[in-house]
């Protein structure tokens, strides 16, 4: 059988018809107190019998299930973020990543955000924030630096012009 590749997101909004049989039996308090929900999980690995799931710190794992799948926006639970301001109707500043649901109605993910102790009261769309990481790709240096060269007698900048 072909497996989705990984990581992959999607939320759990119904409970499966077969009870807890699904979940593994180490998880199952964890596991049954993140769903059903329109949060956002993320499939880490797979084991070759469970999924492994994680929604920030909280981890469990469950087998093979129907999953709602989510397109993500590069967006994850701890990255820090900037708000994007919009004709001087919002505030802009910096936060971290706390919670990320998934809004059928609307068909795109919702982001709570936290500023130091304090939670935002209001969702953003990944249109409204900026990552401050950017976590895809880093492009290689193009600056030529001059390396130093050796005399021997211990004096690294001999021949150095300064």
Known sequence: MDWPPLPDYGC????????QAFIHPDDVTIATRCFPSERVFRR??????????SYGSVRFRLRPSMWLKVTP?????????ETIGASLQRELFVAQVWGMYFIRRKGC?????????????????????????DKTKVRPGDTAYPEPKWS???????GVDL
């Open 44 to 53: 880490d690995r797979f084991d070759g019998t469970y999924y492994h799931y």
């Open 109 to 133: 993910i919702l982001y709570r955000l936290r500023r130091g102790d304090t939670h935002v009261p209001r969702l953003y769309t990944a249109t409204n924030l900026r990552l401050l990481t």
């Open 73 to 81: 926006d590069g967006i994850d639970i701890s990255d820090h973020v």
């Open 152 to 158: 021997g007698d211990g004096d690294l900048l001999k």
């Open 12 to 19: 759990i909004p119904r409970w499966p018809q077969n009870g």
